[in-house]
């Protein structure tokens, strides 16, 4: 097969596009330092993990929970189960929400 520049161009696209597409992922497992809540109804949780950015929001430190996850009270109650029992909990972080990773799903350990 001869590589010309259009199939170099969209063998390029292709890959960055694939990496845009499947950006989400888990954070580390770690314990939830503090749970901040915005007059907007958003939460912020800041976590003792390493800072996972699998969208490379522009703002790093707090993860959110976005006040329109249809999830978002069972993912609250989670948080705060993990907090005040000092257990671990992981996110599946998916887009960004205020310029910050947003969780979209939990999982406690």
């Given at each position: ?75 609250y ?30 999982m406690?350990?």
């Open positions: 097969m001869k590589l010309n520049k259009k199939n170099i161009a969209l063998v390029a696209f292709s890959l960055v596009i694939s990496n845009v597409t499947f950006a989400a992922g888990w954070s580390s497992t770690a314990k939830v330092d503090r749970v901040y809540n915005r007059a907007e109804g958003h939460v912020y949780v800041d976590f003792s993990g390493n800072g996972s950015n699998p969208d490379f929001c522009g703002k790093t430190g707090f993860y959110i929970l976005d006040k329109n996850n249809p999830s978002f009270d069972n993912i109650s989670a948080i705060l189960a993990a907090k005040y029992s000092n257990r671990s909990i992981s996110f599946y972080l998916n887009g960004c929400t205020a310029d910050y990773p947003k969780i979209l799903h939990s406690n350990y």
